[in-house]
């Protein structure tokens, strides 16, 4: 009997050992998971920021392409000819299309890059006698400090925040000018990418289809086709808006800035069609480098700009704008400020160029996400036999209207 109960109690004791070493193991894996993942992440975020700038030459890239297809697709439209149908290939309409819009831009540097180079030139000339009289302006606030009777510890607050700001203004110009002048040895990465365009155009359909192979048959498979359609239309829609916008603004500046008298209303012009393309800021920047710099020669001139450049803001913003981008993407305006400064926190210019189409991208993937949870949710229906699947796919493809796709 005793023999029964030691043996007994001695199984009781290694199943215990064994169970708390189970235990520990499982801990440990947990604990060399979590391990492994942070490792991975970190890797991918170091990976990510190594190739940073190719990133963002794809991304350019790709709007390039954007803006390219709708060219291409007109050309690619079937004609009669004889009675007989034709249509273009997709390669000779991108090499008809590329020939044009390198042709056009060839010839408008011909003819406004010297005018546009002269007033550089005169810009940079000038701009230390501008530095000199932002400057002596400090100095006519001592009239206010005795008109308004201030303290003189407050006159010297004012004073010594001013210089700090002109300062300030003058090391950023000097920074910037800088990078700009960094930014040179990029220039020949600048061919790739109508290159990289040109086989994106070319091989979008093929990308598409490998892209959705990605995904298991059925209703997976037809939400990530829907996914990539509303994304497509989303970023076509905000793309050529924005670049219609640039052209739009930098002409109508470019010729407003002349009636009104401005000082180098080319470089202003084409500087506010090209930061335009930055919401937000850009238009800001625009109008603070205009008023600031007409207010050298004239104040008068200044307020006619300020005047004219809060106009055209508003018939962009409200009229113009809302019509090119059609209904393409919708952002409430709070979430597009909050993706700007997110943006450039995180990326800089690059993060401000690319918040909003980061963003868009987002809101449609929650969106879809949410359709599907009310269908009974994504994870349910990866647990569906795919026979079920398959049923659900043909209901709902039934009731869904047929989609096309584009570039």
């Not at 020669?297 to 962009?316: C, D, E, N, P």
């Not at 987002?362 to 647990?383: K, M, P, Q």
Request: net charge neutral; glycine share 6%; aromatic share 10%.
């Amino acid at each position: 009997m005793n023999t029964t109960e030691n043996s007994g109690q001695a199984e009781a004791v290694a199943n215990a050992v064994t169970t708390v070493a189970r235990a520990d193991w499982s801990q440990s894996r947990t604990i060399l998971r979590v391990i492994i993942i942070v490792l991975a992440v970190a890797a991918a975020i170091w990976m990510l920021h190594a190739v940073s700038g190719v990133i963002l030459l794809v991304i350019l890239a790709i709007f390039f392409a954007y803006i390219v297809s709708p060219l291409v697709e007109f050309l690619r439209r079937p004609f009669k000819l004889r009675g007989s149908q034709y249509a273009m290939s997709r390669t000779a309409a991108l090499s008809l299309v590329y020939l044009s819009i390198f042709g056009a831009i060839g010839i408008t540097v011909y003819l406004v890059l010297p005018r546009l180079g002269e007033q550089l030139t005169q810009f940079a000339q000038q701009a230390p006698a501008y530095l000199v009289s932002a400057r002596d302006r400090t100095k006519t606030l001592n009239d206010l400090y005795q008109h308004y009777q201030l303290p003189p510890a407050l006159r010297e607050s004012i004073d010594d925040a001013v210089s700090r700001a002109v300062t300030a203004a003058q090391q950023y110009a000097v920074a910037e000018m800088t990078n700009v002048a960094g930014w040179v040895v990029y220039i020949p990465w600048l061919a790739l990418i109508p290159i990289l365009a040109f086989f994106f155009l070319k091989e979008a359909e093929v990308f598409r289809r490998e892209a959705l192979l990605i995904f298991p048959r059925g209703r997976m498979r037809w939400r990530a086709d829907e996914f990539f359609q509303d994304v497509n239309s989303a970023l076509a829609a905000y793309i050529r808006a924005q670049l219609s916008a640039c052209l739009f603004i930098g002409i109508i500046c470019i010729i407003g800035f002349y009636i009104i008298g401005v000082p180098y209303p080319l470089m202003l012009g084409v500087l506010a069609g090209l930061l335009e393309f930055i919401p937000l800021i850009g238009p800001v920047l625009v109008g603070a480098i205009a008023v600031l710099v007409t207010s050298f020669h004239s104040l008068g001139q200044s307020a006619w700009v300020l005047v004219f450049l809060l106009v055209l803001r508003m018939v962009q913003d409200y009229l113009v704008y809302p019509r090119l981008i059609g209904h393409g993407i919708h952002l409430h305006p709070l979430a597009i400020i909050l993706a700007i400064l997110c943006g450039a926190e995180v990326a800089g210019i690059a993060g401000i160029f690319l918040a909003i189409p980061a963003v868009a991208i987002v809101s449609i993937g929650y969106r879809h996400w949410a359709e599907d949870r009310g269908t009974e949710g994504l994870v349910a229906n990866l647990l569906k036999p795919e026979s079920q699947v398959v049923t659900v796919m043909a209901t709902t493809e039934s009731a869904e209207p047929e989609r096309t796709s584009s570039p």
